[in-house]
């Protein structure tokens, strides 16, 4: 087994971590979301083409339950990281060639590509990111983890907050100024995802500059009782069941959330890019508070207070008309505080997890999300669909009569039952919000009786 790193090497690698979040998200923000969907949509996407778009590389990603005997038969969670990762950032090199070339090909020809692309990106990238969390869990220590990823989240976002909005402006100014010319108008999405795509090769090089975290032993076989584990560990249990019930909360809405600004609201990608940067703005900030919290006072009360906030942002979107469409923007501002999930769930399940193997736990939480993500989201597809085909709400005399207002009501109230779950996580040393808000008010009246003294 080769050497550990010494303080020096680890501190080296948590700076160049943060470089690799940086590049990470210049590309994330060129080659994912409304940029994808939008494309989609403009190659004649309808609600169950487009809810596949989303949910395959999710259920794809099932596949990362293998990811501990990859690593394994690699024999290096660095080496597994790198490799995947880099043939996952190839594959998007594949984006760019589908806004290009999809004019000499039946819509359904390019949008089937498109699935594929973005499909096999998502599935190798699933399998690399198991690796890196697994790689940080040995490289940052438990008592700043909760700071760094905090750090390393607000990093991101202030890298990609300008990026995106102005690969959204560019999309539209594109696509305005060619809007007659088929061949040329679809290219205003591929430029940006060819920038990306180079930009998350990039990324590589600070991952292969740190130090890896030892050797691992190859296996005898297959270790399905390593990847059984998380199941029959019944405080990640507790995780798992929340994480899978957030999943398919968030996953019953995605497709009416993608098609409902274009479609309903009018928005162009450059609106869209802007109440995304709100969010994202506000991501920093949530980001700057939750990780220092998480590590004083637990994972599970940043969980249970961001929850309530998500939840009722799907209040916003029921409430959007094309002449109040800027509406939408209150959800966006509580979505920032999706930041304290970002940072809270994978410091969790590294928390929960066995102290000799990490990445089996990793790869149980992630994986089951993918999958009730996936469910939820072909669900909400062929739900929307049928809505919107058979007109049932209008016959019901519902004002709402499109089938948005139904989703999205669905998705608020998945969404709240979601707190329940997420309170009750067992998470040993974690506080209760009750708790903490005795703590601090009698910190308050201690340091009013010092004063008056």
Known sequence: MSDRPTPIERRRALR???????????????????????????????????????????????????????????????????????LGY?????????????????????????????????????????????????????????????WRQMLQLLVSIPIALAAGYFADHWSATYKVMPSIKLLGYAIPNAIGAVCMLASLVPLCLMPDAGDVPPPAGIPWRAMLAPFRQWRFRRLLLFRAWLSIANGISQTADQIFPKSVLKLGLGDLAIMRNVMQIGQIGV??????????????????????????????????????????????????FYAGHNICLPNLALKLASAREKSPYVAAHDALASFCYAGATVAGGFLFDWLNDTELLSRWGWVGSHPYVAIFALALVLRLLAVQLAAAIVEPGAWRWREILKSRMNRRQSNLIVAQE
Not at 140 to 145: M, W
């Open 287 to 336: 980001s700057r508070w939750a990780g220092p919290f998480s590590d004083r006072y637990g994972n599970r009360p940043v969980l249970v207070a961001c929850q309530c906030l998500v939840a009722v942002a799907m209040i916003f979107y029921m409430v959007s008309t094309p002449i109040h469409a800027w509406l939408l923007l209150g959800a966006w501002i509580l979505w920032s």
């Open 16 to 86: 160049l971590g943060l470089v690799n979040a940086v590049i990470n998200s210049m590309g994330y923000a060129l080659t994912t979301g409304a940029i994808v969907t939008y494309l989609a949509q403009d190659l004649g996407a309808r609600g169950r083409v487009l809810s596949l778009l989303l949910a395959v590389p999710s259920l794809a990603g099932l596949l990362r339950l293998l990811t501990p005997a990859i690593i394994s038969r690699v024999g290096s969670t660095k080496r597994t990281c790198v490799a995947a990762l880099g």
């Open 90 to 150: 190839t594959t998007l090199l594949g984006l760019p060639l589908v806004g290009w070339l999809s004019p000499q090909m039946t819509p359904g020809v390019a949008l089937a590509l498109l699935v594929i692309v973005v499909c096999s990106y998502q599935l190798l990238d699933f399998i690399g990111y198991v690796a890196l969390w697994s790689w940080f869990a040995e490289l940052v220590p438990l008592r700043v983890r909760g700071n760094y990823f905090g």
